[in-house]
């Protein structure tokens, strides 16, 4: 048991052995078919690794220094939601280098919003607007990079800018930098 305690969050579902594979099984048996689906599909904590979730302290900034394919809008789009979710009162900005690109990826894209989003919980997506809607009343406006001063004014509890490792490379930083960075808070 100790060793449970150490694991990550979801760690425990992605755990090797026979013994993991025997608890795993009895908990399919528990569940109802839809629990089990919804485990199966919509579980982001359970079936992401450690480094796509936010840090578990507190925080104001959380910067993803990785390359292609680890998963960072995936995560980005888990954590929008999960934000949406759980505050009815959430106003959050997502800002792209232009809006063909947040609504083909981040809203609409294999890793976006709405293919993060269950059924029952996915967000109404305005394009006219650039504005998605949850049914508690959360609400995330897309931005253009392009267009900065339209940031100017509207109230945001949170954001979110994907592809910045475009940012990083241009800058030729290295990894251990951006980690050294984000724990110094800046």
């Known amino acids: 048991?100790?060793?449970?305690?150490?694991?990550?969050?979801?760690?425990?579902?992605?755990?090797?052995?026979?013994?993991?594979?025997?608890?795993?099984?009895?908990?399919?048996?528990?569940?109802?078919?839809?629990?089990?689906?919804?485990?199966?599909?919509?579980?982001?904590?359970?079936?992401?690794?450690?480094?796509?979730?936010?840090?578990s302290e507190a925080w104001r900034t959380w910067l993803i220094c990785a390359g292609r394919g680890f998963g960072k809008t995936r995560a980005g789009a888990e954590w929008v939601r999960d934000v949406a979710r759980h505050d009815g009162s959430a106003r959050i900005a997502l800002v792209g280098a232009n809006l063909a690109e947040i609504r083909n990826v981040m809203v609409e894209g294999d890793s976006g919003v709405l293919a993060a989003s269950p059924g029952a919980l996915a967000p109404e997506f305005e394009p006219s607007l650039r504005r998605l809607t949850w049914e508690n009343g959360a609400i995330a406006w897309l931005y253009s990079a392009g267009e900065p001063e339209t940031l100017r004014g509207p109230q945001h509890s949170h954001a979110s800018r994907p592809g910045a490792e475009r940012i990083v490379r241009q800058r030729n930083l290295r990894a251990d930098r951006c980690a050294a960075a984000s724990r110094r808070g800046g």
């Not at 579902?13 to 608890?23: I, K, Q, S, V």
């Open 1 to 55: 048991m100790a060793n449970r305690r150490n694991l990550s969050r979801g760690g425990w579902l992605r755990r090797p052995g026979d013994e993991a594979d025997g608890e795993r099984e009895e908990l399919a048996r528990r569940l109802k078919p839809h629990e089990l689906a919804a485990l199966g599909s919509y579980y982001w904590e359970g079936w992401a690794r450690d480094a796509q979730l936010p840090p």
